[in-house]
């Protein structure tokens, strides 16, 4: 399944880009923002913000917000909302970004996977009495080694 949003690009005079989309925004009522050092980088951005949004609303069993048509999106709506006094950019524009759901839902969805791991039978005899949660350690685990390199 693909998915079409307009975005709002603006190239910060200190360099990068701020990168918003409005649609989601408004529907989740969250902050749709992220940015990036080049161009490729926002747009790359870009479709890992839209694609997280919508797959966190489908695991929830939501409706995936609608999309507008690129000519009503209005940079003027999101400058007011965000109430930025002088925002200093070099230029700004808007496009379309197509995102393929499913690609994304294979590889960063929340879809559990099962793992059989062997451990010495002390260690799950003394984690059973103290009723420790291994799928929830395990990934506690994980995480902590894979954002700790």
Known sequence: ??????????????GGYSVFVPDLEKALN????????TLEEAMEMSE?????????????????PKASKIEDVKFEDLEERLDIENWD???????????DINAFAEKWGKELVKKT????????TKAESLKINFSKTLEEALLEK????
């Open 146 to 149: 894979i954002y700790k390199s």
């Open 89 to 99: 950019y070099v230029s700004k524009f808007k496009t379309y970004i197509a995102v």
């Open 117 to 124: 791991v062997n451990i010495p039978k002390w260690i799950n």
């Open 48 to 64: 890992d913000l839209i694609a997280g949004l919508i797959i966190d609303e489908i695991e929830a069993d939501n409706k995936i």
């Open 1 to 14: 399944m693909k998915v079409i949003y307009p975005v709002l690009f603006y190239e910060e005079k200190e």
């Open 30 to 37: 969250c902050s749709a923002s992220t940015c990036g050092s």
